[in-house]
């Protein structure tokens, strides 16, 4: 059973920093995208950045871009989102995903129907 777990969310004031961290466990095979969402109340879950496998591929919305770095490491099954300058907009819900089959991040990486495995999320309130 594959199991993805989110950490290292919390409350911070407007200009701070974050680091998220996600472990899936549970999963065989290789080559999958994962990838970070996040879901403001009342609100369609949006995507924030991706990374192929091997981490040579990155994607980021236009709105983190400069401001979140996302990484991963393979011998620990998990993955980062580094969260600097952090603003209110980015007050959410972040949740990590990861693909249920290896495959090209030009198929598809931007849609949550993209995306098999799901965390429950983690938490981010940015305080002005």
């Known amino acids: 059973q594959v199991r993805v777990v989110e950490s290292g969310g919390g409350s911070v004031q407007a200009g701070g920093s974050l680091r998220l961290s996600c472990v899936v466990s549970g999963r065989t095979g290789i080559g999958y995208t994962m990838a970070w969402f996040l879901q403001a109340p009342g609100k369609e879950r949006e995507f924030v950045a991706a990374?192929?496998?091997?981490?040579?591929?990155?994607s980021y919305a236009d709105s983190v871009k400069g401001r979140f770095t996302i990484s991963k490491d393979n011998t620990k099954n998990t993955m980062y989102l580094q969260m600097n300058s952090l603003r209110s907009e980015d007050t959410a819900v972040y949740h990590c995903?990861?693909?249920?089959?290896?495959?090209?991040?030009?198929?598809?990486?931007?849609?949550?129907?993209?995306?098999?495995?799901w965390g429950q999320g983690t938490q981010v309130t940015v305080t002005s």
């Open positions: 995903a990861a693909q249920g089959s290896a495959q090209n991040m030009a198929v598809g990486h931007l849609n949550p129907l993209d995306y098999a495995y």
């Open positions: 990374t192929s496998w091997s981490g040579s591929t990155k």
